[in-house]
């Protein structure tokens, strides 16, 4: 069976992944995102939430707030988690992919794509940025996180196409347009 073009989406947070994603979806994309993978594993694995439960206690288990306190603000406890969800993550991705079919192309949104070394599996990466303060107007609780993580100059550097979000939905819909036009026409 054939794959599509596999595609990632990556960039900081609050630079606009989602929006994105959601106009690869509106150009005939199949589209997933690893937080939404996260989130099912988060909720429904069995053994995601057992490891959870032993480490953290049973108010963890189904409140992802708590979870986010615990391990934002301890360095091993995220190390932890990330190492017991990535695996998963990566093999939901791939059962995704293997069955998309005839579909062309397939793009997923990772914001710790670099991070992990998951470019490896993708055909391309394009990379969505954002001036600081635009990601602190969109997300101020959050572009604190942003510390962990490679910074954009290099994200873009490695990526196949990059995008600095900070115009109009128009006109990154125009961008993400001819990103599927290049890619579904070689």
Known sequence: MRRPLAVALTGGIAAGKSEALASFARHGAATASADAMVHELLAHDEDVRAAIRERWGDDAVDDRGRIGEIVFDAPDELEWLEALLHPKVRAAQAAW???????????????????????????????????????????????????RLLPDEEKVRRADFAYVNDRSLEELDAFVAGVVERLTSS
């Open 97 to 147: 992919l293997d069955t998309l079919g005839e579909q062309e192309l397939a793009v997923v949104e990772i914001p710790l794509l670099y991070e992990t070394g998951a470019e490896r599996r993708f055909d391309a990466v394009v990379v969505v940025t954002a001036p600081a303060q635009v990601r602190a107007q969109r997300r101020p609780d959050l572009v604190s996180r942003q510390s």
